[in-house]
C-alpha cells in the first residue's frame, strides 16, 4: 500500500503561483511513475502531468504546458507541482497520483492505483 499527502493548496490572484507538495510513504517501491490529476465542481477529474520516478521523462496536458512543471525529490519521497502564471479556469481540487505505469497516467487514468485526497487550489481575485 502506498500513502500520498498532498499539501500546499490555497487562494492565489490570477497571474500569481502556487506550489504543490505530495509526500508518499509505505510500499514506496511498488510505483515507478507518480502525478497530478485535478476536479473542478462539476467537471470530471484532469489529467495534469505526470513523471517517471526515474529518469526524466514528464508528460502533461496541453491546458498546462508551460505552465506547471512537475518535479521530485526522490530522497524525500515528495513529488512537486509548480504552478505559474494561474488562471481561474486553474480552480480544482489537485489529487496526487501514484501507480506502477507512467504512461497510465494519462491513458489508463482510471487503472491509476493511489491516490491522495486532495488539496483546494482557488484562483480567484
Known amino acids: 500500500q502506498v500513502h500520498l499527502e498532498e499539501s500546499g493548496g490555497g487562494l492565489v490572484q490570477p497571474g500569481e503561483s502556487l506550489r504543490l507538495s505530495c509526500a508518499a510513504s509505505?510500499?514506496?517501491?511498488?510505483?515507478?511513475?507518480m502525478g497530478w490529476f485535478r476536479q473542478a465542481p462539476g467537471k470530471e477529474r484532469e489529467f495534469v502531468g505526470a513523471?517517471?520516478?526515474?529518469?526524466?521523462?514528464?508528460h502533461y496536458a496541453d491546458s498546462v504546458k508551460d505552465r506547471f512543471t512537475i518535479s521530485r525529490d526522490n530522497a524525500k519521497r515528495t513529488l512537486y507541482l509548480q504552478m505559474n502564471s494561474l488562471k481561474a479556469e486553474d480552480t480544482a481540487v489537485y489529487l496526487c497520483?501514484?501507480?506502477?505505469?507512467?504512461?497510465?497516467?494519462?491513458?489508463?487514468?482510471?487503472?491509476?492505483?493511489?491516490w491522495g485526497q486532495g488539496t483546494q487550489v482557488t484562483v480567484s481575485s
Open positions: 509505505g510500499n514506496y517501491f511498488a510505483i515507478n511513475a
Open positions: 513523471i517517471a520516478w526515474t529518469g526524466s521523462r514528464t
Open positions: 497520483a501514484a501507480d506502477r505505469s507512467y504512461e497510465s497516467m494519462w491513458s489508463r487514468p482510471r487503472e491509476v492505483g493511489y
